[in-house]
C-alpha cells in the first residue's frame, strides 16, 4: 500500500494552464479506471473535483480536467484563478476494496 | 443535502482506545460504502478503512489493521472506528465519507472531520 507519487508543488500565473500529475502502478491507477481528484483549502475537509479520471461533479468549473495515460494520471486546471490555490490530491482504487492517495501537491497562483 | 457529522474525537492517552462516530442524513445511508480517512497535522490524506453498503466487506490500511475496526449500523445511519492501541503516530483529523456507491472506489462526500490527538 505504497502512496502515489504526486510532485510536492506547482505554481501558475493567473490565466494560465497547470498540470499536476500522479504516478502509481499496474496495480492501482494502471488497473482501474476509478482515479479521482480533491481540492483541499486550508482548514476544510477536501472537495471532489474529478472523478473515474475525467468526469467533473456537477459544480465543478470545467476549467478542471483530467485523463490517464497508463499508470499515470493527470489533473489539469485552466484559465488560473487566485481561488485555485490549495492542496490537491489523487486518489485510485487498488483493489480489494482498497484505495490509495498521492501525497498531495500545493498548488501556488502566483 | 448530504451531511456527514463526526463526533469521539479528543486527547487520549498512548495505549488507550477511542470510538468515533459519524451521524449521516441527507441520503440513503444503506445504499452507500462508507470511509474513514485521516490526515495528520501538515501532512496529506490517508485512507484509513471501508466498509460496503450491507457491513459485509472491510477492508484497512496495512498500518491500523489489527488495531482498527469500522462498523456501520444501518438502522440509525451511523458509522463507527473502533481504535484501539492507539500510538502517537495515529494523530490526526479522522474524516468520515461516503462512496458514490454500494462498494467502494469514489469517495464523493466529506465531513468536517473530528481531532484525535494522542499524547501522555
Known amino acids: 500500500q505504497s502512496a502515489l507519487t504526486q510532485p510536492a508543488s506547482v505554481s501558475g500565473s493567473p490565466g494560465q494552464s497547470i498540470t499536476i500529475s500522479c504516478t502509481g502502478t499496474s496495480s492501482d491507477v494502471g488497473n482501474y479506471n476509478f482515479v479521482s481528484w480533491y481540492q483541499q483549502h486550508p482548514g476544510t475537509a477536501p472537495k471532489l473535483m474529478i472523478y473515474e479520471v475525467n468526469k467533473r461533479p456537477s459544480g465543478v468549473s470545467n476549467r478542471f480536467s483530467g485523463s490517464k495515460s497508463g499508470i499515470t494520471a493527470s489533473l489539469t486546471i485552466s484559465g488560473l484563478q487566485a481561488e485555485d490555490e490549495a492542496d490537491y490530491y489523487c486518489c485510485s482504487y487498488a483493489g480489494f476494496s482498497t484505495v490509495l492517495f498521492g501525497g498531495g501537491t500545493k498548488l501556488s497562483v502566483l | 443535502q448530504v451531511q456527514l457529522v463526526e463526533s469521539g474525537g479528543g486527547v487520549v492517552q498512548p495505549g488507550r482506545s477511542l470510538r468515533l462516530s459519524c451521524a449521516a442524513s441527507?441520503?440513503?445511508?444503506?445504499?452507500?460504502?462508507m470511509y474513514w480517512v485521516r490526515q495528520a497535522p501538515g501532512k496529506g490524506l490517508e485512507w484509513v478503512a471501508l466498509?460496503?453498503?450491507?457491513?459485509?466487506?472491510?477492508s484497512y490500511a496495512d498500518s491500523v489493521k489489527g488495531r482498527f475496526t469500522i462498523s456501520r449500523d444501518n438502522s440509525r445511519s451511523t458509522l463507527f472506528l473502533q481504535m484501539n492501541s492507539l500510538t502517537p503516530e495515529d494523530t490526526a483529523v479522522y474524516y468520515c465519507?461516503?462512496?458514490?456507491?454500494?462498494?467502494?472506489?469514489?469517495?464523493?462526500?466529506w465531513g468536517q472531520g473530528t481531532l484525535v490527538t494522542v499524547s501522555s
Open positions: 465519507a461516503r462512496d458514490v456507491g454500494a462498494t467502494g472506489t469514489t469517495i464523493l462526500y
Open positions: 466498509i460496503s453498503y450491507d457491513g459485509t466487506i472491510e
Open positions: 441527507g441520503f440513503t445511508f444503506s445504499s452507500h460504502a
